[in-house]
């Protein structure tokens, strides 16, 4: 575990509401935390908690109605609205993992990590060399030709990993990315992500269901009824 770095996100005032009326459904509410670059956190909590709600919320993916979030010190929405280019902010300084690798089926593991490089402008023999360099820390090169279909569940995840990676960015977000694998290949996946925030300095949000694999976080989160549990103080 390494000394972690400045402020990658904050968010102050979350709250977050489905629908309207006697229907109305609170997902987040009056949700604060913060993540520093360098910082590997998990988010636990029963299914219906608000984990996903919130990990879209941070990776402004879907803005809540009122709370102020703020990437790496700058306030970029403010009760629901943005004040910057978050298309940008996300396209540059953010990674995602999901439950599903979501790869392209019709690209191979190193043209889906391309692909999210030329996404940002990067393209040429700089690119080929990052997607090389990121499929071999990944442990890739070998599958680096194949297509999504010839890949097990564990390596489709570990190209996705590799895509939310490649533009070095600030925070990389996943939700539930060991919940279809194994043991073994779960805590290989956990183990990536922290190595990655640990390297360089990324802050990794993680949605977890999966208590194995805690020990490989720097910070624990609960959330229960949309509110985020106070946390106890680091020992
Ligand atoms: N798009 C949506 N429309 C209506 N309700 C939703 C929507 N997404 C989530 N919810 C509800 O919000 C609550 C929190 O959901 P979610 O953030 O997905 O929880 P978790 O990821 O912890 O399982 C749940 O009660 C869920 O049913
Ligand atoms: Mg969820």
Redesign the pocket.
Known sequence: MSALGAEALRAEGLVKT??SGHTA?R?LDDVSISTRRGEVAALL?P???????LLQALGLLSLPEQGTISVGGRVVAVDGQAREDLAAIRRGGMGFVFQKANLIPFLTARENVLLALQINGRVGAPAAKRADDLLGYLELTERAAHYPAMLSGGEQQRVSIARALANEPAVVFADEPTAALDKKRGRDVIELLGEAAHDHGTSVFV?THDHRTLDLFDTIYE?EDGRLRPQPPVS
């Open positions: 489905y629908g459904l997902a909590g299914s219906g908690a608000g984990k996903s709600t949605v959330m």
